[in-house]
Structure formats: structure tokens, C-alpha cells
């Protein structure tokens, strides 16, 4: 079914449906497993902020953060293999920020504060869409944070000239992204790119116009517990030409 769907619907109609589904899932089990009580009690003992890494005294919407195990960013933790690179971010001049993948704006908003340039953030998920403006306005970065729906390479395309930090987290999508075809138009950009499924082997394989690395993402435990599915990683990938 899922196969016949995909062939019938337009690529933006069934990303959008395969997104509210994965959303929804991912609500019953972290209600189920305990891990929303956890994020509750989190709450209740430290607040809302974002306590250390890149983005500390970021605050989050009370209704986005109680539907999510976002814990480990509301300690600092999170991804903290990324850490290095965005706090040399400000240092590189970029033109905007790409955000693929923004679910609740958690990247957008946060790179917004930091750099006070355009963010871009795109997510077929309309709830998280709307998640990421509310998380904007409390931040007040609503004026710099841009949010669509699904980013495609015809988007690559226009945005191929600027000097850009790209953030992508879209769940095996990157591979439909980034193909041998496209790579050229990301020649000018920084790319952070998390890895789902044959993109672990697929993506690192092409020939990149860029310095990269893949970069395991690490077990944690407790409170700064990702609660991966199982082995990820990065693939960052730095602009030779800027």
C-alpha cells in the first residue's frame, strides 16, 4: 500500500501524510513507555529554558515540549557531536540557514538566536510548522524564521548561490536530495546532514565538492539519552569554496 501510494501521490502530499503518521507514533509511544512523564517532571523542576550548548536561553512552548522527549535539548545535550561546528558558525559568514527536516524548530529557531541571520525551515508536518512560529515568537526570531513545507531539489536550486549552513534531519529523504545530480548546487554550503537507512552508505559514497566526515552519534544515558533506534550518524560536509 505504502508502495502504491507513494507512486500515485505527489511526492509533497505523501511526505506530508508519511510525516503526521511518524509524528503521531512517535506521541503513543513516548505516552506509553513513560517518557512524557519524565519530560513533565523535567519541567516542573527546571523550566522551559535550554540550560547549556549553542542554544542555552532558548525557550521552549509549553505545548510543543509536552508532546516530546526533549530532554536532552532542554539540558544541552543533544547531538552534541554537532556542537564543535555550530559554535564556530558565527564565525563563518553564512547568508542564512536551511533547516530540512525542522519538526519543532528546536535547529531554526535556535540558529536564528545565535547567528541573527534568515532561517529557512522546512517540514511537511503542518502541527510542527506551526510549532517552530510559536517557538519564534517566544524567542523573538519570528521575523527571521521563514517556515515551509517540503524542501526539494528545485528549492536546491534556489538557493544554490548563497552561503548557507544546512541542517538536515528528514528521514531518509536526504537521499532523494542529494544525488549525483545536485551535488554541485551545494558547493557553497555547510551541511549537517543526519543519516537514515541506506544513506548511511549511499550519501558519504558520492563525490561531494567538500571536506567530509562521518561522525558517529554516541549512546548516552539518562537524562541526555536520545533514545536512538540504533547506530546514526553524521555526515558534515564543509564548503571548500566560500
Known amino acids: 500500500m505504502r508502495a502504491l501510494a507513494e507512486q500515485v501521490l505527489p511526492r509533497w502530499v505523501f511526505e506530508r501524510i508519511r510525516a ?22 523535567h519541567i516542573a523542576c527546571k523550566g522551559l529554558k535550554v540550560l547549556d ?20 535539548k532542554l539540558v544541552g545535550s543533544y547531538e552534541k557531536e554537532l556542537h564543535p561546528f555550530l559554535f564556530q558558525a558565527g564565525a563563518k559568514g553564512y547568508d542564512c540557514v536551511i533547516d530540512i527536516g ?10 536564528a538566536r545565535m547567528l541573527n541571520i534568515p532561517v529557512y525551515a522546512y517540514d511537511p508536518e503542518p502541527k510542527e510548522k ?3 512560529i510559536s517557538m519564534a515568537k517566544l524567542n523573538n526570531v519570528v521575523h527571521l524564521v521563514k517556515a515551509g513545507n517540503l524542501f526539494t531539489p528545485s528549492d536546491m536550486k534556489e538557493f544554490s548561490s ?25 558547493r557553497r554550503w555547510d551541511l549537517l546532514i543526519e543519516l537514515h537507512g541506506s544513506a548511511e552508505q549511499v550519501l558519504p559514497a558520492l563525490q561531494w565538492p567538500h571536506k ?12 541526555e539519552d536520545e533514545y536512538r533506534p540504533g547506530r546514526q550518524s553524521f555526515l558534515v560536509c564543509e564548503a571548500m569554496d566560500s
Not at 26 to 31: E, G, I, T
Not at 212 to 223: A, W
Open 212 to 223: 567530509t566526515q562521518v561522525i558517529p552519534i554516541q549512546n548516552r544515558k539518562g537524562d
Open 162 to 186: 548563497q552561503r548557507a549552513l544546512v541542517v538536515c534531519d528528514c528521514e531518509g529523504f536526504e537521499e532523494t536530495l542529494f544525488t549525483p545530480t545536485t551535488l554541485e548546487l551545494t
Open 53 to 72: 550548548g549553542p542554544f542555552a536561553g532558548m525557550t521552549y512552548p509549553p505545548d510543543s515540549a509536552l508532546i516530546r522527549w526533549c530532554v536532552p
Open 102 to 111: 525542522s519538526a519543532e524548530g528546536y535547529y531554526a529557531c535556535g540558529l
Open 20 to 41: 503526521i503518521r511518524s509524528r503521531q507514533w512517535q506521541v503513543s509511544f513516548l505516552h506509553q513507555s513513560g517518557l512524557l512523564h519524565q519530560v513533565k517532571k
Open 130 to 132: 506551526a510549532f517552530t
